[in-house]
């Protein structure tokens, strides 16, 4: 087989891992693979190729179950026979890891979000991005309430905003799922929404208390 030069740097770092992980003994695979995977933190964060929540959090293999996609949106509940991976991935990661953290990561400049701004209409059209248009409803209502209340805010304000109010939303998704409302009511999950600035590193948490962001 022919690979081009950016195939060849993801085996060239595979053979490098499997050297540094898997070619001597004790390593922290062996654990895994033995003792199986415990998290106790569950990320819904977004799939744009700047966020690594591992390296953000300065995190190892096993330490959190990561679920990515699109602007890091959360559904609300739905009970249809359809497909659903996000909600079937916080099913399995609350049911059966006994996850005790469920953190929505989002962060500034994505895509996702800047596109329903700037190409509100083409975005949302079914007709050309239909699996695309489809996903992006979910962050309608934080769309419609930027432009309800910030008509007069700057771009950039405009999708920093909409950023925000996405994840509120998505977090108050959470809440529909009948198993994560249980787990809540019998104090043994706790959900946040956290926002990550691409350009210090920072990261806000909302209050969902004081419904205000803070700096952790």
Request: charged content about 20%; overall charge neutral; glycine content about 4%.
């Amino acid at each position: 087989m022919v690979f081009d030069q950016d195939i060849k740097k993801l085996i060239t770092g595979n053979h490098k891992f499997k050297t540094k992980f898997f070619d001597s003994k004790n390593t922290i695979f062996n654990e895994l693979v033995t003792f199986g995977q415990k998290p106790k933190i569950m990320l819904v964060t977004c799939s744009d190729s700047r966020i690594d929540p591992a390296m953000i959090f300065n995190c190892q293999p096993g330490e959190l179950f990561v679920v990515r996609n699109i602007a890091n949106l959360i559904p609300p509940y739905e009970d249809n026979d359809t497909y659903h991976g996000t909600s079937a991935a916080l099913e399995f990661g609350t049911c059966f890891l006994d996850i005790k953290h469920v953190i929505i990561l989002g962060h500034t400049n994505c895509g996702g979000i800047r596109s329903l701004i700037e190409n509100t209409n083409q975005v949302l059209d079914k007709k050309n991005y239909s699996f695309v248009a489809k996903w992006m409803d979910l962050a309608k209502p934080a769309y419609d309430q930027v432009m309800a209340k910030y008509l007069h805010a700057t771009l950039e304000e405009k999708i920093i905003l909409c950023e925000q109010y996405a994840l509120i939303n998505s977090l108050q998704n959470l809440y529909s799922f009948p198993w994560i409302k249980r787990h809540i009511d019998n104090h043994d999950l706790s959900l946040h929404a956290w926002y990550f600035d691409l350009t210090t590193g920072i990261i806000h948490a909302h209050d969902q208390l004081k419904n205000h962001w803070i700096t952790l």
